[in-house]
């Protein structure tokens, strides 16, 4: 295994923008074929766990991801993202933050599995303090492996990140299922858990090929860690933002009602964050070695965009207008209650892809203080939107999030391009054509749904209508005929070089 320095950006040129085009292209065909497959490994699996469980084992799950959650924020400190943004990175430094993320790890797990009896306390649910010890443990593995994904994503070597992600993932549903038809309820998911982060390690290891060095100092090492700071910062307020709707309603309301927004939330999440996670693993190392060309980043960053775009708010439009159709099919009946509450977080979740992409912005432009100042605003005003809606309870929680969300989103675009290459009426013009094509392809979707039953061939039929109908609009427009132009040109030429 390599310990050489200037392996660990092997295959890339400073400054070779027509290299870095092409993987990054080839990284997203990679990834999303990956994901492709992922998304319906993931489907399968989502329907058949919700099939063998019920609301109450996913509901005490529910109740232990909190502390974890929040904990696991410490376990990196955002180093992952340090060792990817910069423009250049030493032995010495990588071992600094490999070393420093160990422990933090470590000391992480120690501090979920100490906190594990007052969170059952919390909850009055003895279940939820022996889940949360096997959790904690679990969580003491990840900062022995982050580093050496970072160092594959740093490289560019997609097939490889392809091959951590995919192989964790098939292994864990594997255990997963068959500890859930052994019977072991809720525990079916622990060890599914526990299998991913193993088979990670092991594949990153192996596929990173790098060492850390002993212990030691390290030159910028303050700069690094400053770096690191700021992003752990946002995420802890983000934390907040993101999991205290879950923590008020699994302490007020019960786990039942906890499992039914919970499943609500992560199946719409489902979808999106399989097609913008392979996309956000090319983004961060892109545009962080194209800040010195404005035309090049803010060209990238808007086709990037626009790509998820494309891919995720058709199923968004047909998944949110036809709720009660989709839940029925995919969960069964005795999810009923999950259809209005998820129609009210596909709102929000045609605001995600933009907001989330600000991320990139703040990262790969080094102004990971600005984004961790927006994002305790944020937290605020999310937090005291989950404490507005609870007394309406699940969809009183979901109808204010979304209400704050639809504000907050423009005001964090606006943050976002304040500076840098990116301005704020460049975006604005680049959406202009998905706000149009949402509307369209909402009333063609609302009008059919009326004439369809519960089915998994309708509902088939449903989303590839809505994708059809959405790319038409989309490319009846100059913009987004130029995007889709631009994107088939990248597609050609992929396939020709195979």
């Known amino acids: 295994m390599s310990t050489n320095p200037s392996a660990l950006d092997s295959g890339l040129t400073p400054g070779d923008h027509s290299s870095m085009r092409r993987k990054s292209a080839q990284g997203i065909a990679i990834n999303m074929s990956a994901q492709a497959v992922r998304f319906g490994l993931q489907f399968v699996v989502s329907i058949v766990m919700a099939r063998l469980l019920g609301p109450t084992e996913f509901g005490i799950l529910a109740m ?63 279940r939820v303090a022996p889940v949360l010890i096997a959790l904690g443990a679990i969580l003491m593995m990840t900062g022995f492996y982050n580093q050496h994904v970072a160092i594959l994503n740093r490289r560019l070597a997609f097939g490889s990140l392809v091959a951590v992600d995919l192989g964790s993932y098939v292994l864990s549903s594997i255990a997963g299922i068959s500890a859930a038809l052994m019977g072991f309820s809720y525990w079916s998911l622990v060890i599914s858990q526990a299998t991913l982060s193993t088979t990670a390690l092991v594949l990153a290891w192996s596929l990173a090929r790098w060492i850390p060095s002993r212990p030691g100092k390290a030159p910028e090492a303050r700069e690094i860690l400053g770096f690191g700071g700021n992003v752990t910062s946002f995420n802890i307020f983000n934390y907040f933002a993101r999991n205290l709707d879950n923590i008020l309603i699994g302490r007020h309301l019960g786990e039942v009602q906890l499992g039914i927004y919970d499943r ?150 606006y943050a976002a391009t304040r500076k840098g290459p990116i301005t704020l009426g460049a975006l604005l013009r680049a959406l202009a054509p998905y706000g149009l094509s949402v509307a369209v392809t909402a009333g063609a979707v609302w009008i059919s749904a009326r004439f369809l039953s519960v089915g998994w061939v309708n509902v088939f039929l449903l989303l590839t209508a809505g994708y059809l109908v959405f790319w038409v609009v989309i490319a009846l427009t100059p913009r987004g005929r130029a995007t889709l132009v631009t994107l088939l040109g990248e597609a050609r030429r992929l396939l020709k070089r195979r």
């Open 264 to 413: 609500a939330y992560k199946l719409l999440l489902l979808p999106l964050s399989q097609i913008t996670g392979p996309i956000a693993k090319v983004a961060t190392p892109l545009l962080s070695r194209l800040n010195d060309d404005r035309e090049k980043y803010s060209r990238s960053y808007l086709m990037l965009l626009e790509t998820i775009l494309l891919l995720t708010y058709p199923s968004i439009v047909v998944t949110g207008i036809a709720s009660k159709l989709v839940i029925y099919t995919v969960l069964g009946s005795k999810w009923y209650e999950v259809a209005p509450i998820f129609q009210v977080l596909a709102l929000g979740a045609l605001f995600a892809p933009i907001s989330n992409s600000t991320g990139w912005l703040f990262t790969t432009q080094n102004r990971t203080r600005e984004m961790r100042n927006y994002g305790l605003f944020s937290s605020i005003a999310f937090v005291t939107s989950f404490v507005v809606g609870l007394p309406w309870g699940i969809q009183g929680v979901a109808n204010a999030y979304i209400a704050t969300g639809c504000v907050q989103g423009p005001l964090l675009w």
């Open 64 to 126: 232990a991801a909190p502390l974890l959650a929040f904990v696991a924020l410490f376990a990196d400190l955002g180093l992952s993202q340090a060792t990817v943004q910069r423009p250049q990175i030493s032995q010495a430094q990588l071992s600094l933050i490999f070393w420093t993320s160990a422990l933090v790890s470590v000391t992480s797990g120690i501090i979920v599995m100490l906190g594990a009896p007052l969170a059952s306390l919390f909850y009055h649910d003895a």
